[in-house]
Structures are given as C-alpha cells and as structure tokens.
C-alpha cells in the first residue's frame, strides 16, 4: 500500500481519558493516524463515561487541547441522569448540534463512531451539503437497531425511526467499518448496506499484561483471602450488563457459605440501585473505578474474570472488556446468550466458558469450578493472551484503518465509493 498523509476529522462522543468502553478505542486510532504521519483532529465530548456525570464537575462549553500530538476539541452536550431512550436522544442531538455548529477546516476523511448515532447522521447530513466534501466513513462500535430490540428500551415508531436513522448513515456514508464480522449481516440485509463498503476491523487489546507481584499486591490492599475465589466484573454497570444476576448469584454463594467473593470494579447508571439490592450481601463488593496503572493489577488479582449480560442481549456489540480479559490471562465465565457475540469469541479464544444469562445457580458454579481448577484457569489463560497476539492486534488494526482512510480519501478524488467498483 502506497503511504500518504491525510487530513483526517475523527468524530465521537468518547475520547480519554474515559477509560473504558470506546474511548479507549478511539483514542488509540486517533493517535496511532498522527504517530503514522497523519494531519488528525478529534472533535468529542467531555468525559462522562461510565459514571454518567462530567467528570470535571465544570460548565465550559466548548474547549481545545492537544494530547500526544492529536488536536482534541471538547463540546459540551446533555448526559442523562437516568436511562432513557429520550435522555439517550438528548444527549446525541446536543452532541450533533455542536458539530454542526463548530468548523471542521478542510478535512479529506471523516470518521464518525457510532453511538452516538443521531450525532453521526447530523454530521453525514453536513458533510454532503460541503463545497468541497469530505469523504466519510462510519465505524460502527454497537449495532443501534439490534440493540433497540434486544434490550427493548424502544418500540413501535421509536424503534423503526431509529432503524431508518441507522440505515441512513451507515448507506449515506462512503464506506463502513464494523469491529466484528457478525454486524455485516444485518447491515447488508436489514439495512441496505453494500457489503462491498463494509470492511472488519476488530477491536485490539489496549491494556497491558498484569505484573504477578503488582497484583499479589492490589489482591492483599484489598483484604482478598487466599482462599477466596474473586471473581471480578470490570467496566460499566449500565442496563446491558444486567448484574442484578450477579447479585443473585453473590446471595447464592453466601447461602451456601461458598468461598467465592463477586467483585463489580467501576461505574455506571445502575450503580446505586445495584448496591441497594446487595446491601446486605456479604459475598458481593463494590470497586469504584481504578486508574489505567492499577486496572492490569485488579485484574491480574482476580481468579475469575466476569461478563454479564441481560437475557436477551447477544448480536448488538462485543463487550470491550473482553479484549482486556483476554491479556490478563486469567479465565472467563460468561453469563450471555449463547448465540451472541461474546459467547462466540470464547469459544473461539478457548479462554473460558458460558452459561445462560439468566442461571446465577450456574454462574456461581461455573465460577468456583474454573476458580479452583488452576490448571484448567491457567490453560484458558494462555489462550487468551493466544488470542490477543493473533486476532487482536494493535497494530494489525492500525494497519487496516490506516488502509481503509487512505482508500477514503483517495475515492474522494477519484469521485468513487470504494468498493463501488
């Protein structure tokens, strides 16, 4: 591939230093772009992500600054302090109207990641109306309108508007990129996508191997016995997550008198409600969010490490901590359907098992099974650093979405889609 530099305009709503979910994402691509010679700005939000508040505690409005070399502009938008598809919508309009609103120069390429959608179809909406338009590209972190269904936050008109909402961007826009290859099919089919303009670039593991003694460490600051079997759940505590299984399960194993220690590290907008449902559970601990140099040793200091899905959640995402789970080397037990996304990357990592979403009786066994089997863990563990060296890639990701760019701004010139040909 013949290399050139090329302006790029990343759009989306997360950067860093959210430290979960997308924004580690795409900041990471935003800066591998300029460490690779590219002329890359990045128009976000101000950090409010997993807790759901600003982080800042401040009220600026819009804000500029340069982290590792990659020009970051902050605007301020709506959070929503309760789960809502209308507090969602508010907070993605606000974000888009600010984009609209804003100069983006002379990009060659947008790239708009979605969620959040309705701000990325504003910003398709303009970039086509530009003199000199830019070419754009859509990377499509969550499938919107199998998410609507399957945690069935919308229906009726809701949901079918947000279904043509999506269809919209993702056909409007010049080419596609979806971090699993299970989104093209719903894309081709129920939205009219040209597979030919969709291209997979998988998510790549951004969390470095845990340090044994760091996390002998973090496990004894915990007061975490040897006997114990943790098992953690790290990351968001939001409505997908569905962890009020975990609860039961955690009531399950101080009824039995169970070794076993559920731990739900982070944040999110069912924090609260899930810790007053589990204030009298012994066998269930809350960690509030560590930094990025301690989050390898929380891990590492685990026995089991923990995905939990609502009933129903399966093909609208891959969880993104399972890329981390997987280069800590430690093994998973995944509570999720077994159709789903999650359920297919362990069976093809090897680095753990699943039981139904909604068994905490299997969970919990499944659990202390692995947990007390250390050289079932530990060979589920080297799959899943396996895993991490052959299929999720950092720079292997680079590579591709440096490719699919360059590809962007070259039909821009040409006046093709690529993939049209």
Same mark, same amino acid.
């Given at each position: 591939?013949?290399?050139? =530099? ?21 900041? !990471? ?17 101000? %950090? ?7 982080? @800042? ?18 605007? =301020? ?6 789960? =809502?598809?209308? !507090? ?7 974000? !888009? ?36 338009? %830019? ?68 998510? *790549?593991?951004?969390?470095?191997? %845990?340090?044994? +003694? &760091? ?8 007061? *975490? ?23 039961? &399960? ?16 982070? @944040? ?17 601990? $809350? ?6 140099? @301690? $989050? ?25 901590? +399972?890329?981390?789970? $997987? ?9 999720? /359907?077994?159709?789903? $996304?999650?359920?297919?990357? +362990? ?13 905490? /009786?299997?969970? +919990? ?15 589920? !563990?080297?799959?899943?650093? =396996? ?35």
């Amino acid at each position: 591939m013949a290399h050139r =530099s090329v302006k790029v305009a990343i759009f989306g709503i997360n950067y860093a230093p959210e430290p979960t979910g997308i924004a580690p994402y795409t900041t !990471g691509l935003a800066k591998g772009l300029a460490e690779r010679g590219h002329d890359v700005q990045v128009l976000t939000g101000y %950090p409010h992500y997993p807790q759901w508040r600003r982080a @800042d505690g401040g009220s600026g409005f819009r804000s500029e600054e340069v982290l590792d070399g990659v020009r970051v502009r902050r605007f =301020s938008h709506h959070v929503p302090r309760q789960l =809502s598809w209308v !507090g969602r919508a508010a907070m993605e309009m606000t974000f !888009g109207l600010q984009l609209l609103t804003s100069r983006w120069g002379r990009p060659e390429v947008i790239v708009c990641v979605t969620p959040p959608l309705l701000a990325a179809v504003s910003v398709i909406g303009r970039a086509r109306l530009t003199v000199r338009r %830019p070419a754009v590209g859509i990377l499509v972190q969550d499938l919107y309108s199998r998410g609507v269904a399957e945690t069935a936050v919308a229906s009726g008109l809701a949901a079918h508007a947000v279904s043509v909402a999506e269809a919209a961007a993702t056909r409007l826009a010049d080419g596609v990129a979806v971090i699993h290859a299970g989104f093209t099919p719903h894309l081709s089919e129920r939205l009219g996508v040209d597979v030919r303009r969709v291209r997979e670039i998988r998510n *790549w593991t951004h969390v470095n191997a %845990p340090d044994p +003694l &760091a996390s002998v460490a973090f496990r004894r600051e915990r007061g *975490w016995g040897a006997d114990e079997i943790v098992i953690l759940h790290a990351g968001n505590m939001g409505y997908k997550q569905g962890l009020e299984n975990v609860v039961a &399960a955690a009531e399950l194993a101080a009824r039995a008198n169970s070794k076993a220690r559920f731990v739900l590290l982070g @944040d999110g907008n069912q924090r609260l409600s899930l810790e007053a449902i589990a204030a009298s559970v012994p066998t269930l601990e $809350f960690v509030p969010p560590v930094s990025d140099e @301690d $989050f390898p040793s929380a891990l590492g200091a685990a026995d089991v490490l923990l995905v939990n899905e609502r009933p129903g959640v399966a093909q609208m995402a891959v969880p993104s901590k +399972l890329t981390s789970y $997987f280069s800590s080397g430690k093994p998973i037990v995944a509570a999720t /359907d077994t159709a789903g $996304f999650a359920a297919g990357e +362990l069976a093809a990592s090897g680095a753990g098992v699943c039981v139904p979403a909604d068994r905490p /009786d299997l969970l +919990l066994s499944e659990a202390v099974r692995i947990g007390t089997d250390h050289a079932l863990g530990a060979r589920m !563990g080297d799959a899943g650093r =396996s895993y991490c060296t052959t299929v999720l890639s950092g720079e292997a990701a680079l590579d591709r979405y440096e490719e699919w760019i360059i590809d962007l701004a070259n039909g821009r010139r040409s006046g093709c889609r690529p993939g049209s040909n």
